[in-house]
């Protein structure tokens, strides 16, 4: 268990439609991060969150969005949804910033998302 | 940019032979290089991580890594595989402040384990 927990685990939803995953970072950690993995794609990052605050931008579609809230936890927003959004998507959290080994970033156990 | 390449997509081994899964990255600068593992309906899993200093890093459950500076390699090996060591295992590269922190995974290798 890495101490990062992610809700819901499974999300079975329609095309147009929109769904917010949520993640509780590890106790301690300010940094949240985002994943999609899918079959095509494989592992890509989406966007990065400290202490309240956007810090990164990866391949994440205008659809999409994030926020982190005062309690750190995080939520990413999935918008006019489409077939090809079906995917495994990871949160992780690490302490940043600091050199070393707090580095790490720690994954949940994922949000799985159908859309049909 | 960085990136990393996971040359074998699929690897066979025999339970108790050893394994090994190759790692080539691309980086600018030196590297943080990590290795993580993700069973089957499961999350993903660091088994070890290389920042600096010594180059063979020891992880979780029996494996190890080193790091070659002149390959742009980071493979990962165990002396002798279980069953339960099947899984998918990803390379990754990055963490570090110049890439804000965001980490590039390789396709990943799936491993079996025959009995």
């Known amino acids: 268990d890495s101490g990062v927990t992610q809700t819901p685990k499974h999300l079975i939803t329609a095309t147009g439609q929109r769904v917010t995953l949520r993640c509780s970072p590890r106790s301690g950690d300010l940094s949240v991060y985002w994943y999609q993995q899918s079959l095509d794609q494989g592992l890509q990052f989406l966007i990065h969150?400290?202490?309240?605050?956007?810090?990164a931008k990866g391949n994440i579609l205008e659809r999409f969005s994030a926020q982190q809230f005062p309690d750190l936890h995080s939520e990413l927003n999935l918008s006019s949804l489409e077939l090809g959004d079906s995917a495994l998507y990871f949160c992780?959290?690490?302490?940043?910033?600091?050199?070393?080994?707090?580095?790490?970033?720690?994954f949940g156990p994922g949000t799985r998302l159908t859309v049909l | 940019a960085q990136s990393v390449t996971q040359p074998d997509i699929h690897i066979t081994v025999s339970e108790g032979a050893s394994l090994e899964l190759r790692c080539n990255y691309s980086?600018?600068?030196?590297?943080?290089l990590f290795w993580y593992v993700q069973s089957p309906g499961q999350g993903l899993q660091l088994l070890l991580k290389?920042?600096?200093?010594?180059?063979l890093v020891q992880g979780i459950k029996g494996f190890e890594a080193e790091f070659k500076r002149s390959q742009s390699s980071f493979n990962l090996r165990k002396p002798s595989v279980h069953w339960s060591d099947a899984a998918e295992y990803f390379c990754a590269v990055g963490g570090t402040p110049s890439n804000d922190y965001k980490l590039s995974f390789g396709a990943g290798t799936t491993v079996t384990v025959r009995a």
């Open positions: 980086y600018g600068a030196t590297p943080y």
């Open positions: 969150y400290y202490n309240g605050e956007e810090r």
């Open positions: 992780a959290s690490s302490v940043e910033p600091s050199g070393g080994a707090t580095d790490t970033q720690y």
């Open positions: 290389y920042f600096s200093g010594d180059t």
